[in-house]
């Protein structure tokens, strides 16, 4: 089982690269109160649908530690994929050199739309793998509800006893106990967090264990009147490999700063305002 693998289920099954249709102004069906499952198999449903039309793009700010290290990015979504551009690492900017290979590695991206889509397509395969893991969740937790604070409704979860996990990616998140709290009338995911409360072996022990304890945090925001993205994430987990080895992943991703762009926007002109942005920064 690859950490790696849990840890990018998290961002990219949670809050998937496909489009996400607007839930606006939606308010919850007339008739018997929903059970927990049912509400966040409804919550489910409406972050895998596919919107039908054009959605939000954005540029922001992207503060991602990984292992110990911390890398600050600015990145510029467009319609071939996002466009990133690293600024800092554990807090110092780049030298002039490091700038320079930064604008040659985007340059080279630019000149080659080609390699900047097979990025892409390997960002999206990993979210539809991700996906049939996603939609596992009102099935392999059971949920209670648990309070409200506004229009936030919050509910608790813990393992079904009578799911059967179909690989091991699906034992890990079976083994889970945590909370999410959901948007009442538009059915969206908030924040979603949980930890293991159990160590996981996989084949008896041999080929792996994740340690008891390991956790993850999730979180998306409205940005605008039906459009969400994902503003937080965090992942934390221990255990070991194959021949006893030590494995382990440590990630945490902030965003802010989200500012629209338009829909036709170019690789060439997110790159330009990704230079600009720099240039703006360096002034300050």
Known sequence: MSLRFFARCILAGLIPLLPIAPAFGQSAPAGPPLSANDLVRAVVANELKPQNGSHGRWMYHVE????????????????????????????????????????????????????????????????????????????????IYAGRDGDLIRVSYR?????????????????????????????RLVRIRGHLIADVEFAGGWLGHLEKGGHFSVEQRELLPGQWDLTFMEVDMKGKALFFKTIAVKEKEDR??????????????AAD???????????R
Request: charged share 30%.
């Open 64 to 143: 991602r530690e990984e292992q110990g290290k911390k890398k600050t990015k600015e990145v510029v979504q467009t319609g071939l994929g996002s466009l990133d551009r690293l600024v800092a690492v554990d807090g110092q900017p780049l030298n002039a050199k490091e700038q320079k290979d930064e604008s040659e590695r985007i340059g080279n991206l630019v000149l080659n739309p080609a390699e900047q889509q097979r990025l892409e397509q390997t960002k999206k395969k990993d979210a539809e793998q991700c996906k049939a893991f996603f939609k596992m969740l009102p099935d392999a937790l059971t949920f």
């Open 273 to 283: 305002m990704l230079t600009k942005q720099i240039m703006v920064a360096a002034d």
């Open 256 to 269: 802010s700063d989200f500012q629209t762009v338009p829909d036709g926007l170019t690789l060439a002109q």
């Open 159 to 187: 393992p079904n006893p009578r799911f059967q996990p179909p690989s091991r990616e699906a034992r890990v998140f079976h083994e889970m106990e945590g909370e999410m709290w959901v948007h009442e009338t538009q059915r």
